[in-house]
Nanobody, 124 residues
Framework: QVQLVESGGGLVQAGGSLKLSCAASGGTFSSYAMGWFRQAPGKEREFVAAISRRATTTYYTDSVKGRFTISRDNAKNTVSLQMNSLKPEDTAVYYC?????????????????WGQGTQVTVSS
């Protein structure tokens, strides 16, 4: 059983930056692909970014490419999401997720473990 705890959310003005972190415990962190998803009010949870087990490959949804960067530290059991040039449409609860995944990194149902989420609010 893997436990995930997100941190780093908050309120920021448009154009600003935030860095989200996710700390994992209770499993072999390097066995899991890690992803970030987000859910805005009234909308479905959507894929944001993912990183393979050994950080050899990263994936992003089109709307965040060039602005967000996902990274992981397998020695510290953490995954991070650096978010730059934030826009009001990035406002959402951001969730960290872990799964045994080799393809379809953007498939929400393929992730087995989820954190509780952290709120990101971008004001215009």
């Amino acid at each position: 059983q893997v436990q995930l705890v997100e941190s780093g959310g908050g309120l920021v003005q448009a154009g600003g930056s935030l860095k989200l972190s996710c700390a994992a415990s209770g499993g072999t962190f390097s066995s899991y692909a890690m992803g970030w998803f987000r859910q805005a009010p009234g909308k479905e949870r959507e894929f944001v970014a993912a990183i393979s087990r050994r950080a050899t490959t990263t994936y992003y949804t089109d709307s965040v490419k060039g602005r967000f960067t996902i990274s992981r530290d397998n020695a510290k059991n953490t995954v991070s999401l650096q978010m730059n040039s934030l826009k009001p449409e990035d406002t959402a609860v951001y969730y960290c997720a872990a799964g045994i995944i080799y393809t379809n990194y953007d498939a929400r149902n393929d992730y087995s473990y989820w954190g509780q989420g952290t709120q990101v609010t971008v004001s215009s």
